[in-house]
């Protein structure tokens, strides 16, 4: 059983920057990939970005690519999303996701993961 807690949501205005953490239990992070996922009010759970655990980069939703940076530290068991130029439109609940098994189809779809934590919720105002 892997325990997932995000923290470092809140209120910002449109422009600012947020950073979230996700710190996992357990000791083998080094080998989960982990997501980013937000579902907006009324809106289905999307894909935001991902870090493969033999990778080196992220991958990310065009619709936050150039503006959001994924980033993990294995040390820490923590993952990290760095929000910048924040829009509207990117208010949600983030979700983190940690997959343990081994990607099958694709590390953007929801399924694939194995454990979700409860959630922050961030809020930009134009």
């Known amino acids: 059983q892997v325990q997932l807690v995000e923290s470092g949501g809140g209120l910002v205005q449109a422009g600012g920057s947020l950073r979230l953490s996700c710190t996992a239990s357990?000791?083998?992070?080094?080998?989960?990939?982990m997501g980013w996922f937000r579902r907006a009010p009324g809106k289905e759970r999307e894909f935001v970005a991902a870090?493969?655990?033999?990778?080196?980069?992220?991958y990310y939703a065009d619709s936050v690519k150039g503006r959001f940076t994924i980033s993990r530290d294995n040390a820490k068991n923590t993952v990290y999303l760095q929000m910048n130029s924040l829009k509207p439109e990117d208010t949600a609940l983030y979700y983190c996701?940690?997959?343990?098994?081994?990607?099958?189809?694709?590390?953007?779809?929801?399924?694939?993961?194995?454990?979700w934590g409860q959630g922050t919720q961030v809020t930009v105002s134009s």
């Open positions: 870090f493969i655990w033999s990778g080196s980069n992220g």
């Open positions: 357990g000791r083998a992070f080094s080998r989960y990939t």
């Open positions: 996701a940690a997959e343990t098994g081994g990607i099958l189809n694709g590390f953007e779809y929801p399924d694939e993961y194995d454990y």
